[in-house]
């Protein structure tokens, strides 16, 4: 298959700008716990364009990879092929949670547990006839303190695809199934889902705050930069519309009990 790459650089030379296009292996599931997917669409990131220019901090970070290159891009859409025992297990639960808002899906899972799903030889075509999906591809340790406190976007050991393994710029990619988003056909277009690590970024950043009452100010209105302008719009008025409701509880109550 074809895929974007970039050569790992080395200490004491000079890392070349610019991107390779090639062949590659087609990669295979090796790991029971990872997904492979198809790519329908890729989002260029400003990483990606920093590892096109051999930005010096993609290349201290890059260092360490132990492969001769690493196919970028971080950023994508598409179908599910192939899975592991493991990460069937994992679909088969997100299925089951998305069943009781879906009739379809209710239907394909009947009475089945989770065992009984991931062993149905139709749970990837099901997948891939009724699903787009796109993952989170910081590949966190789940051990250090960070990711045991629920702080897994500051893990220490993180491993993020497209930069220190294989990407998305590319026709197949494997990723952890734990790291998969769902998508029903048609819920988002594909070039949206494309993005979703930067809608990702936009809305952990806007509620980080509060920011009912505040008066925000967004610098820069990149792709990120407008998305937090309209995630941060958003908050302002699902928040200011529950503290309105609130507020008319607590003065309908208090006037019945006086």
């Known amino acids: 298959m074809k895929a974007v790459i970039k050569p790992t650089p080395h200490p004491q030379k000079d890392w070349e700008k610019g991107l390779i296009l090639t062949e590659v292996p087609i990669p295979q599931i090796t790991d029971p716990r990872e997904v492979k997917i198809e790519i329908l669409a890729s989002a260029i990131c400003g990483t990606d364009v920093g590892i096109y220019n051999s930005k010096q901090s993609l290349k201290d970070e890059m260092l360490s990879n132990t492969t001769p290159y690493v196919i970028i891009g971080h950023e994508f859409a598409g179908k599910i092929v192939d899975a592991g025992d493991i990460a069937r297990k994992h679909l088969a639960g997100l299925l089951i949670v998305k069943s009781y808002e879906d009739k379809t899906l209710s239907d394909f899972i009947g009475k089945r547990n989770t065992d009984e799903l991931a062993g149905d030889p139709d749970l990837i075509k099901f997948l891939n006839e009724n699903f787009v999906v796109s993952a989170e591809m910081h590949i966190t340790c789940g051990k250090c303190y960070q990711c045991r406190i629920g702080q897994k976007h500051v893990c220490q050991n993180t491993k993020i695809k497209g930069i220190h393994e294989d990407g998305a710029f590319t026709k197949y990619v494997k990723v952890p ?82």
Not at 219 to 224: I, S
């Open 177 to 258: 199934a734990e790291n998969i988003v769902l998508f029903r056909n048609g819920e988002l277009p594909v070039e949206i889902i494309a993005f979703m690590d930067a809608i990702g970024n936009a809305v952990h950043t806007a509620q980080s705050v509060n920011l009912m009452g505040q008066t925000v100010a967004i610098l820069g209105c990149g792709v990120q930069g407008l998305m937090a302008t309209a995630i941060a719009k958003n908050e302002r008025c699902i928040k200011n519309f529950r503290y309105r409701r609130i507020k008319t509880w607590n003065q309908r109550n208090s006037r019945k009990n006086c």
